[in-house]
């Protein structure tokens, strides 16, 4: 038995040179892995996978390892040997196997098939029993492990496994939230895309090429990822494609204006609060101009905003009302600066900006900024209590995302906004006093959000939404009496509000949320005479406030 060392690496990658372009994938694929801050916080999942050792050592004659390599075994917390009918042969893997297995029985072995097939692409010490003094026998054992080949798992799903055996997780959990990922950093290159041909019907192309140099496609995708909002449900309707047309737009300019090279660098190094100052310098020198040159200064000002929301919603308001003012053709543009001064409770600036957008927004072309003009219009009336207005609003946002969610019923998003607007109907209903119809829109509006959170268990803005819809449908049921279903309806909410503060016991809103889950239910039970279990719910609520 080896003597307990401190464990050094997440794992130590074995396999045979002839396979070192597969070790020099996997291996930088997981040290680069990110894991989701709410499985990190899970028992030894961790936030990351590195170190991971990768044996560069040649091994000239003999089965005996280096030292460094010993070492580096008995420091690792697993072991993952990349399976060929090449390393199947190769002394050196199966060394390395054998005295893994023999030193640390309790660690976890994993193998990684990246050509061959069994039994050939398993070396001895990985396909058969050890005795209890390191020794090969010749017992068959089974250790399954993924297939990175394009006909089997391939690559990004036996990534997954990998990281589901270094981790304890699973691997379905792991695939899907890779999978999310991958397609939100798909949206961000659209984005940015979007911005190139921008550029170069504008004539700023081969400016931009010169500067390509120095600044790299990947390097803007890395920026807009590090700034987008965590949580759609705390952001502007389109903030994450403002925020990448921004950062691009800043990178372009950086090839011809100072101030924007030294905006980028800031933004590079985590200070987008001191990017701010130069970016308003550029926005205010084309505001001057503005007779000439508006839609520049426009630009200028939503580039300023886009970042100043990352930390400074106020500020990122007024940049956005200066740009409004100096394209007021500029649909996504105005949108933002109606949902930034509704959310300021500036009613009448917010109205007027919402209807220009319904006023120039295209159909075909401008959807998702005339959905949420009019889902904000919606609630506008509501607070002005005209109920009528809002809901004939509401059901005009509600039609536009029941025709484009029919249109394409794969996109989570449009799915999402109906669900939204179905949830709007039903407010206005229990203002009305129409209880059934009401609990009907609810219903209909908790379909879609259960759809949406079982598909995706591992995304808090839909568990969240659920939990909203179930806490909804159980108001209703208070009002109508029936306090037994609307219990039901409040304890499933709270077991998502649950899991959510559990999971991320940081996030000052999932604790809010939980709170307000406990008193409804504290509501309940009081009004059910169930005194003593109504003081432990609001007991928990106040736990939470204190």
């Given at each position: 038995?080896?003597e307990?060392?401190?464990?050094?690496?997440?794992?130590?990658?074995s396999?045979?040179h002839?396979?070192?372009?597969?070790?020099?994938?996997?291996?930088?694929?997981?040290?680069?892995f990110r894991?989701?801050?709410?499985?990190?916080?899970?028992?030894?999942?961790?936030?990351?996978?590195?170190?991971?050792?990768?044996d560069?050592?040649?091994?000239?004659?003999?089965?005996?390892?280096g030292?460094?390599?010993?070492?580096?075994?008995?420091?690792?917390a697993?072991?993952?040997?990349?399976?060929?009918?090449?390393?199947?042969?190769?002394?050196?893997?199966?060394?390395?196997?054998?005295l893994?297995?023999?030193?640390?029985p309790?660690?976890?072995v994993i193998?990684?098939?990246?050509g061959?097939?069994?039994?050939?692409?398993?070396?001895?010490a990985?396909?058969?029993?050890?005795r209890?003094d390191?020794?090969?026998?010749?017992?068959?054992?089974?250790?399954?492990?993924?297939?990175?080949r394009?006909?089997?798992?391939?690559?990004a799903?036996?990534?997954?496994?990998?990281?589901?055996g270094?981790?304890?997780?699973?691997?379905?959990?792991?695939y899907?939230?890779?999978?999310?990922?991958?397609?939100?950093?798909g949206?961000?290159?659209?984005?940015?895309?979007?911005?190139?041909?921008?550029?170069?019907?504008?004539?700023?192309?081969?400016?931009?090429?010169?500067?390509?140099k120095?600044?790299?496609?990947?390097?803007?995708?890395?920026l807009?990822?590090?700034?987008?909002?965590?949580?759609?449900?705390e952001?502007?309707p389109?903030?994450?494609?403002?925020?990448?047309?921004?950062?691009?737009a800043?990178?372009?300019?950086a090839?011809?204006?100072?101030?924007?090279?030294?905006?980028?660098?800031?933004?590079?190094?985590?200070?987008p609060?001191?990017?701010?100052?130069?970016?308003?310098?550029?926005?205010?020198?084309?505001?001057?101009r503005?007779?000439?040159?508006?839609?520049e200064?426009?630009?200028?000002?939503?580039?300023?905003?886009?970042?100043?929301?990352?930390?400074?919603?106020?500020?990122?308001?007024?940049a956005?009302?200066?740009?409004?003012?100096l394209?007021?053709d500029?649909?996504?543009?105005m949108?933002?600066?109606c949902?930034?001064?509704?959310?300021?409770g500036?009613?009448?600036?917010?109205?007027?900006?919402?209807?220009?957008?319904?006023?120039?927004?295209?159909?075909g072309?401008?959807?998702?900024?005339?959905?949420?003009?009019?889902?904000v219009?919606?609630?506008?009336?509501?607070?002005?209590?005209d109920?009528?207005?809002?809901?004939?609003?509401?059901?005009e946002?509600?039609?536009?995302?029941?025709r484009?969610?029919?249109?394409?019923?794969?996109n989570?998003?449009?799915q999402?906004?109906?669900s939204f607007?179905?949830?709007?109907?039903?407010?206005v209903?229990?203002?009305?006093g129409?209880?059934?119809?009401?609990?009907?829109?609810?219903?209909?509006?908790?379909?879609?959000a259960?759809?949406?959170?079982d598909?995706?268990?591992?995304?808090?803005?839909?568990q969240?939404?659920?939990?909203?819809?179930?806490?909804?449908?159980?108001?209703?049921?208070?009002?109508?009496?029936?306090?037994?279903?609307?219990?039901?309806?409040?304890?499933?909410?709270l077991?998502?509000r649950?899991?959510?503060?559990?999971?991320?016991?940081?996030?000052?809103?999932?604790?809010?949320?939980l709170?307000?889950?406990n008193?409804r239910?504290?509501?309940?039970?009081?009004?059910?005479?169930?005194?003593?279990?109504?003081?432990?719910s609001?007991?928990?609520?106040?736990?939470?406030?204190s």
């Open positions: 038995m080896a307990v060392v401190e464990l050094k690496f997440r794992a130590f990658l396999y045979a002839a396979d070192a372009a597969w070790a020099r994938w996997l291996h930088k694929s997981l040290e680069g894991i989701d801050k709410d499985l990190a916080a899970r028992p030894g999942v961790g936030k990351a996978l590195r170190p991971i050792f990768k560069r050592e040649e091994f000239t004659g003999g089965h005996t390892l030292e460094a390599t010993v070492a580096a075994l008995d420091q690792s697993a072991l993952i040997v990349l399976c060929s009918t090449v390393a199947a042969g190769r002394p050196a893997v199966n060394e390395e196997v054998r893994f297995r023999s030193r640390h309790g660690r976890p193998p990684v098939i990246v061959g097939s069994y039994p050939d692409n398993f070396p001895p990985l396909r058969f029993a050890l209890a390191g020794q090969v026998t010749d017992r068959e054992i089974t250790i399954l492990g993924p297939d990175l394009d006909a089997a798992d391939g690559k799903l036996g990534l997954a496994k990998v990281v589901a270094l981790t304890g997780l699973s691997a379905d959990e792991i899907r939230r890779a999978e999310r990922e991958r397609r939100r950093q949206r961000i290159r659209m984005a940015i895309a979007g911005v190139f041909l921008a550029v170069a019907a504008g004539g700023g192309f081969f400016a931009w090429q010169n500067h390509q120095q600044q790299t496609l990947s390097e803007i995708e890395a807009v990822a590090r700034y987008s909002p965590v949580s759609s449900a952001a502007a389109g903030a994450g494609q403002g925020l990448a047309q921004a950062i691009t800043i990178a372009q300019g090839a011809t204006d100072p101030r924007y090279k030294e905006a980028l660098d800031l933004l590079k190094a985590g200070k609060k001191e990017a701010e100052p130069l970016l308003a310098a550029v926005a205010q020198d084309k505001k001057k503005a007779a000439t040159e508006s839609k200064a426009a630009d200028a000002f939503r580039n300023l905003a886009a970042i100043k929301a990352v930390s400074d919603p106020r500020s990122a308001r007024e956005y009302a200066e740009a409004a003012k394209d007021p500029h649909v996504e543009g949108f933002q600066h949902w930034f001064q509704n959310e300021a500036n009613l009448g600036d917010a109205e007027s900006a919402c209807r220009r957008v319904t006023a120039i927004g295209k159909a072309t401008d959807e998702r900024n005339l959905y949420w003009a009019r889902l219009l919606g609630d506008i009336e509501a607070a002005r209590g109920l009528g207005r809002a809901r004939a609003t509401y059901d946002a509600a039609a536009i995302a029941q484009l969610a029919d249109a394409d019923k794969g989570a998003g449009w999402r906004d109906l607007s179905l949830e709007r109907i039903g407010d209903l229990v203002a009305q129409n209880l059934p119809e009401a609990l009907q829109s609810f219903e209909a509006s908790l379909a879609i259960h759809r949406l959170a598909a995706d268990k591992g995304n808090a803005g839909w969240r939404d659920l939990s909203v819809s179930f806490n909804k449908i159980g108001d209703v049921l208070v009002a109508q009496g029936n306090l037994p279903e609307a219990l039901k309806s409040f304890e499933a909410g077991a998502i649950q899991r959510l503060a559990d999971a991320d016991k940081s996030n000052a809103r999932w604790q809010y949320d709170g307000i889950s008193e239910i504290g509501d309940v039970q009081m009004a059910q005479g169930n005194l003593a279990e109504a003081l432990n609001y007991q928990a609520t106040q736990d939470i406030i």
